[in-house]
């Protein structure tokens, strides 16, 4: 089975300036998730996608960040306007059925530069 | 408090011994505990879970959950220079968002 797929792989931008990454599940996966990972620290969730509904979002910065899961599939996350503390990577995450505990798939992730 | 602590390491061992790695939590609903692995500039990848207590096994790898002391362990047997990685350790309640939370990762480097 393919794995989360993100794109871009590498991003390094003024602060400032706008970003978008985008994301790919696991084909079924309904659930889906973005994580941001400072260097040094484990992943802190931003947003949880149930289908194309938001199930969690309370850890998003709404006055920079939003992110998007048309028709239930990939999904878009962005930044603007980015700041030098937005610097890390960002991982995508999917899975069956979270109820389950099957874990999360993650992608390689995108890792964000902002000088 | 935090809700998952994690020691950072480093943890450096020689090849072939037995590394012990642990996360201690707060929040008694946790159910899910669960094990990722993360190698340098590659997304985490799931190791083992395990629902409440008790222990599970898997090769060289066995994940404990003591829920009464709220403290999980991972233990590597025969530990290969392969094992070199950042691990996470994550929990999840069986309720709500079942959202994981991560403890900050434990960086292990066995040395050939």
């Known amino acids: 089975e393919a794995g989360v797929a993100q794109s871009p792989r590498y991003k390094i931008i003024e602060k400032r300036q706008s970003v978008a990454f985008w994301c790919n599940p696991i084909?079924?996966?309904?659930?889906l998730y973005w994580y941001q990972q400072i260097l040094g620290q484990g992943p802190k969730l931003l947003i949880q996608f149930q289908n194309n509904g938001v199930v969690d979002d309370s850890q998003l910065p709404k006055d920079r960040f939003s992110a998007e899961r048309l028709k239930g599939v990939d999904s878009t996350l962005k930044i603007q306007p980015a700041k030098l503390e937005d610097s890390a990577v960002y991982l995508c995450?999917?899975?069956?059925?979270?109820?389950?505990?099957?874990?999360?798939?993650f992608g390689s992730g995108t890792r964000l530069t902002v000088v | 408090q935090k809700e998952v602590e994690q020691d950072p390491g480093p943890l450096s061992v020689p090849e072939g011994a037995i590394v012990s790695l642990n996360c201690t939590y707060s929040n008694s609903a946790f159910q899910y505990f669960m094990w990722y692995r993360q190698y340098s500039r590659k997304g985490p990848e799931l190791l083992m879970y395990t629902y409440s207590s008790g222990n599970k096994e898997d090769g060289r790898f066995t994940a404990q959950v003591d829920k009464s002391s709220k403290y999980i362990s991972l233990f590597i047997r025969d530990s290969q220079p392969s094992d070199s990685a950042t691990y996470l350790c994550a929990m999840s309640t069986t309720s709500g968002t079942y959202k994981y939370i991560f403890g900050t990762g434990t960086r292990l480097k066995v040395l050939a």
């Open positions: 995450a999917s899975t069956l059925n979270p109820a389950e505990g099957y874990g999360y798939t």
């Open positions: 084909s079924g996966h309904a659930t």
